[in-house]
């Protein structure tokens, strides 16, 4: 079965500090991937989309990096602010219909 | 431009009611699917469509029945509630047929719970 995993589950860092948020996933023959932030209460606004012949993406403070071979991404914040406390998962596009989405890490962004 | 809509916000079912949740999209996107999120569990796929009168099944779609009549719109409907429905269900749509080159867009879902 094509899973997504997202460690850690939680994540509290003090203001400024970078970080990197890890995602993995069972088959390295994925299409693309995909990060999206959740408030709470909230639905899911995407982030930054890797396609699967790219390595990495930015937008602002974020980059994101794809590993296929390895079956892994990053999501890195640099310079987080309290602002970026949120829930952020990736997904995974194993095939061309529907994505698969990893259960999420927390973060905690402390002033 | 509102992007994807979903009502209602918040509904508490009876076991063995019947309902229907409402999605529309105002940016004439093909593909909508809808995702069900529970507590350490991500969210999963119920069932996805790549343009009007076209729907298929994704990882758990028993329970739920959906339709397309037309491109900004796509329902899901729980034809007899079961506790084991209670959760907060996610609307989603992107553009293209295939939606994996192009960002989803979410809207703000529907709490559900089933008594």
């Known amino acids: 079965k094509q899973e997504v995993t997202q460690i850690p589950a939680a994540l509290s860092v003090p203001e400024g500090e970078n970080l990197v948020l890890n995602c993995s996933f069972t088959d390295s023959a994925i299409y693309n991937l995909q990060w999206f932030r959740q408030d709470p209460g909230k639905g899911l606004t995407s982030l930054l989309l890797?396609?699967?012949?790219?390595r990495e993406q930015t937008s602002g403070r974020l980059n994101a990096s794809l590993d296929k071979s390895s079956g892994r991404s990053t999501l890195y914040i640099a310079a987080s602010q309290p602002g970026d406390s949120a829930t952020y998962l990736c997904a995974v596009g194993f095939t061309l219909l529907a994505w698969v989405f990893g259960p999420g890490t927390r973060l905690s962004v402390l002033p | 431009n509102a992007g994807v809509t979903q009502t209602p916000k918040f509904q508490v079912l009876k076991t063995g009611q019947s309902m229907t949740l409402q999605c529309a999209q105002d940016?004439?996107?093909?593909?909508m699917s809808w995702y069900r999120q529970d507590p350490g569990m991500g969210l999963r796929l119920i069932h996805y469509s790549v343009g009007a009168g076209i729907t298929d099944q994704g990882e758990v779609p028993n329970g739920y029945n959906v339709s397309r009549s037309t491109t900004e719109d796509f329902p899901l409907r729980l034809l007899s509630a079961a506790p084991s429905q209670t959760s907060v269900y996610f609307c989603?749509?992107?553009?293209?047929?295939?939606?994996?080159?192009?960002?989803?867009?979410f809207g703000n879902g529907t709490r559900l719970t089933v008594t």
């Open positions: 940016m004439n996107h093909e593909y």
């Open positions: 890797i396609q699967s012949s790219q």
């Open positions: 989603a749509s992107s553009p293209g047929t295939g939606g994996m080159n192009s960002p989803l867009h």
